[in-house]
């Protein structure tokens, strides 16, 4: 599907009408791809998450992007892996979901998600981007309005794993 493209880089460069940020559940910034979003952002997006109450592990919300080339962040947090059998699978989805809906009702046309729970996380890379495939197909199949969707791989080797779930389809 040409709808959604796979690409390796730092997501904080994308330059989207929003780029997903892996988040934890406070929304009040941490390492991996969440501080690099909020180093690039600046301040600002701190205090807007002050104002957001959190967010539940599944569940996404939108801010302003701030300095970044993107004009809006949407905030998910996805599941910390504990061996698959506490709805681990049905949460990760859920993020992929709820964050297009959001992009949607704000009618923003171009998103880029990195690989939600694959980090800190710990969520088995090839087990998740597959659930990241197959939920962005599905939802694009099923809603119009969004043009384009970027899953924006930080190394050539999570890359390759997306890469290879296209090939299989
Ligand atoms: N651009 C794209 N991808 C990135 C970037 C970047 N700049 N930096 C890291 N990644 P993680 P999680 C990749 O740990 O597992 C935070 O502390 C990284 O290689 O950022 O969902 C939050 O506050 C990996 O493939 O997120 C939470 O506490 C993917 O992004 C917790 O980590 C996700 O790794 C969330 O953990």
Known sequence: MDKIEIVQGD???MEV????????????????????????????LLRECRLLG???TGQAKITG?????????????GPIWSGGSNREDELLAS???????LALKHELR???FPAISCGVYRFPARRAAGIALSEIQTFL???????????VCFDEAMADIYRSWLVEE
Do not use: F, M, Q
């Not at 992007?65 to 947090?77: D, E, F, K, Q």
């Not at 993020?95 to 809906?101: A, G, N, P």
């Open 54 to 56: 959190g967010c539940d």
């Open 11 to 13: 997501i904080t460069r």
């Open 95 to 101: 993020c992929y979901r709820s964050s297009l809906s």
């Open 65 to 77: 992007g701030y300095n970044l080339a993107a004009s809006h962040v949407i905030h998910t947090v």
């Open 110 to 112: 171009t998103i880029a």
């Open 17 to 44: 009408d929003a780029i997903v940020n892996a988040a934890k559940n406070s929304l009040l910034g941490g390492g991996g791809v969440d501080g690099a979003i909020h180093r690039a952002a600046g301040p600002e």
């Open 141 to 151: 199949r099923n809603y119009h309005g969004i043009d384009k969707v970027y899953c």
